[in-house]
């Protein structure tokens, strides 16, 4: 879903979290990256901690329920030595998200983009948990950095619009020039209360300096209305809820 920011240069949305049981779902037809940069597209790629996802948007679908070998890892990391730091995986709907003969990694959805996992190794005959706590699922693409993203201060946002006005601010050295000839990729996901944006940022080639980079406009076009939906700014994870018109805070970022 191709849109054009005001300064003419094109760019692109991706649609993806859609209301429902499954944590991801493609809206409108999924990738489409149109931008005003000779260079070609990249490669997106959705992550959560050490998990890889071999789709995009994210498909949970391929994660198997649990096995024998599987609940009692689960067993283990609840009611051994670990349990009392991981009684709530308890109440978690864990499922198989990556599994060899040597290791397991399980997943289960709580969640506003988040996963609770837990990884184990084999060690004395028996799956031993290694790490486990919680992750963001965000969407990253080889080479690019990130940037901020506020509400234009210049325009309301309009409940009844599917056109969301934002600025952005790039975060990596850019010598404080905007990315007017660069990719900029706003990955969007859109939930029933919740507008969550992380833009990506194609660097500058070449050595740069950092003396801070200004706000950059850019429109973004939704798969449905405003409405009274809350909009976050996942540059960084759990995000950051920002407001219109912006604080001080979000403007001396």
Same mark, same amino acid.
């Given at each position: 879903?191709?849109?054009?920011?005001?300064?003419?240069?094109?760019?692109?949305?991706?649609?993806?979290?859609?209301?429902?049981?499954?944590?991801?779902?493609?809206?409108?037809?999924?990738?489409?990256?149109?931008?005003?940069?000779?260079?070609?597209?990249? *490669?997106?790629?959705?992550?959560?901690?050490?998990?890889?996802? @071999? !789709?995009?948007?994210?498909?949970?679908?391929?994660?198997?329920?649990?096995?024998?070998?599987?609940?009692?890892?689960?067993?283990?990391?609840?009611?051994?030595?670990?349990?009392?730091?991981?009684?709530?995986? &308890?109440?978690?709907?864990?499922?198989? &998200?990556?599994?060899?003969?040597?290791?397991?990694?399980?997943? $289960?959805?709580?969640?506003?983009?988040?996963?609770?996992?837990?990884?184990?190794?084999?060690?004395?005959?028996? %799956?031993?948990?290694? !790490?486990?706590?919680?992750?963001?699922?965000?969407?990253?693409? @080889?080479?690019?950095?990130?940037? $901020?993203?506020? %509400?234009?201060?210049?325009?309301?946002?309009?409940?009844?619009?599917?056109?969301?006005?934002?600025?952005?601010?790039?975060?990596?050295?850019? !010598?404080?020039?905007?990315?007017?000839?660069?990719?900029?990729?706003?990955?969007?996901?859109?939930?029933?209360?919740?507008?969550?944006?992380?833009? %990506?940022? *194609?660097?500058?080639?070449?050595?740069?300096?950092?003396?801070?980079?200004?706000?950059?406009?850019?429109?973004?076009?939704?798969?449905?209305?405003?409405?009274?939906?809350?909009?976050? /700014?996942?540059?960084?994870?759990?995000?950051?809820?920002?407001?219109?018109?912006?604080?001080?805070? /979000? %403007?001396?970022?």
């Amino acid at each position: 879903m191709a849109w054009r920011s005001k300064n003419s240069q094109r760019y692109s949305t991706l649609g993806m979290l859609a209301a429902g049981a499954v944590l991801f779902a493609s809206c409108g037809g999924g990738t489409q990256l149109t931008t005003g940069s000779a260079n070609s597209s990249p *490669e997106l790629q959705a992550t959560c901690g050490n998990l890889v996802f @071999d !789709s995009l948007p994210p498909d949970l679908s391929s994660f198997e329920p649990l096995d024998d070998r599987a609940r009692a890892a689960l067993d283990e990391l609840i009611n051994g030595p670990t349990g009392v730091e991981a009684q709530e995986f &308890a109440t978690f709907d864990m499922l198989i &998200a990556e599994q060899s003969s040597n290791s397991l990694t399980l997943a $289960a959805d709580v969640g506003s983009s988040r996963l609770a996992t837990a990884r184990f190794e084999e060690r004395g005959g028996a %799956l031993r948990p290694t !790490s486990w706590g919680g992750c963001q699922i965000q969407v990253q693409a @080889d080479g690019f950095g990130g940037a $901020a993203t506020i %509400l234009n201060p210049d325009i309301a946002p309009d409940p009844a619009s599917t056109t969301l006005n934002v600025w952005i601010q790039e975060r990596d050295c850019a !010598s404080g020039q905007p990315p007017s000839d660069r990719q900029v990729i706003p990955v969007v996901n859109e939930t029933e209360d919740r507008i969550e944006i992380n833009t %990506l940022v *194609e660097p500058v080639r070449g050595d740069a300096e950092c003396p801070g980079n200004p706000f950059f406009p850019v429109e973004i076009e939704l798969d449905s209305p405003i409405g009274d939906r809350a909009v976050f /700014d996942m540059f960084e994870p759990p995000g950051t809820e920002r407001a219109w018109p912006p604080t001080s805070q /979000d %403007l001396d970022e």
